[in-house]
């Protein structure tokens, strides 16, 4: 009987640590982030589940048909991230990741030939030309501000008025000059979303975000053309080589009958993966 009952305490024992064993799971113990995050899952036996990244603020969430998951973002700097649900814990290891470079820089750029862009023509032909010989253009300006400073006060009077009228008509494409921490919508209108994820100042990814609707229209792939075209130059990628090899993924998504199939793109350092959903075009950007 005293065997016995050792047997079926033992077998109890074998059972409950198997049931604990079981409690949390994770698919993975080391993550490398793909897009803007690492995306953690799992499985679980309690309504919620509790986490930490680098040891801050726990965080929750809730468990559904026994499967988690929740983001990490990514950063310049490895992460260990705790998992719990109830009194089983598991630790995962998200992996650096190179930055795109200093968010407030690449914003600036970004922000000034956005608003250039809605210079008129003309305009931005002079402006282009005047970039491409400087030394020329201030020698020329000076000569004038000499010869004729009243000529050369109007000049550059109707220069900042059309700069003025440019940034108004921009103001809604404009990325902020700084943002906090975190994965957010950085610029939202009908056309496009840009999404990024800032981490000490640095620019991790960014997404953009076109609606296929909008895709359909004149307007709408014109803004998404030129929103695309902006932000790789910024990121000093090659944009007609990209958007070549875009337009080309585009014609095989069309072709095959999923639509969740990721293509990537390299230019320069950068790499360009394209994801497709029943509405909406992704294109992420990341090193």
């Known amino acids: 009987m005293k065997k016995l009952l050792l047997s079926a305490l033992g077998l109890l024992a074998l059972t409950l640590a198997g049931c604990s064993n079981n409690a949390l799971t994770t698919n993975k ?3 490398h982030p793909t897009a803007l995050t690492a995306v953690i899952k799992g499985d679980a036996k309690t309504k919620t589940v509790h986490y930490r990244i680098n040891n801050g603020a726990t965080q929750t969430v809730n468990v559904k048909s026994g499967t988690y998951f929740f983001q990490v973002p990514a950063s310049t700097k490895t992460q260990t991230v705790k998992v719990s649900a109830g009194t089983t814990h598991k630790t995962v290891t998200v992996h650096r990741v190179k930055a795109l470079g200093n968010y407030r820089k690449l914003a600036a750029k970004y922000n000034q030939m956005t608003i250039a862009s809605h210079l008129p023509a003309k305009v931005q032909k002079q402006l282009q030309a005047a970039q491409k010989n400087q030394a020329a253009t201030q020698k020329k300006l000076t000569a004038l501000a000499k010869t004729n400073p ?7 009077q109707k220069q900042q008025a059309k700069m003025a009228t ?3 008509q921009a103001k809604d494409e404009l990325l902020p000059t700084s943002t906090s921490a975190g994965v957010k919508n950085l610029v939202a209108t ?3 979303t840009i999404r990024g994820n800032v981490q000490n100042g640095q620019l991790m990814g960014l997404a953009l975000i076109t609606p296929t609707k909008q895709m359909k229209t004149t307007a709408g792939k014109k803004q998404f053309g030129t929103t695309f075209a902006l932000l790789g130059t910024s990121l000093d990628a090659k944009p007609k080589y990209v958007i070549k090899k875009f337009e080309k993924v585009l014609k095989d998504a069309k072709k095959k009958s999923t639509s969740t199939t990721t293509k990537t793109i390299y230019s320069n350092g ?12 992704y294109i992420y950007m990341t090193k």
Do not use: E, I, P, Q
């Not at 009243?150 to 550059?156: S, V």
């Not at 394209?274 to 075009?281: A, I, K, N, V």
């Open 270 to 281: 950068v790499r360009f993966n394209t994801g497709f959903s029943t509405d909406h075009l």
């Open 166 to 168: 440019a940034k108004k």
């Open 29 to 31: 113990t080391d993550y």
């Open 190 to 192: 009908k056309d496009v």
């Open 150 to 156: 009243t000529a050369a006060t109007a000049a550059a």
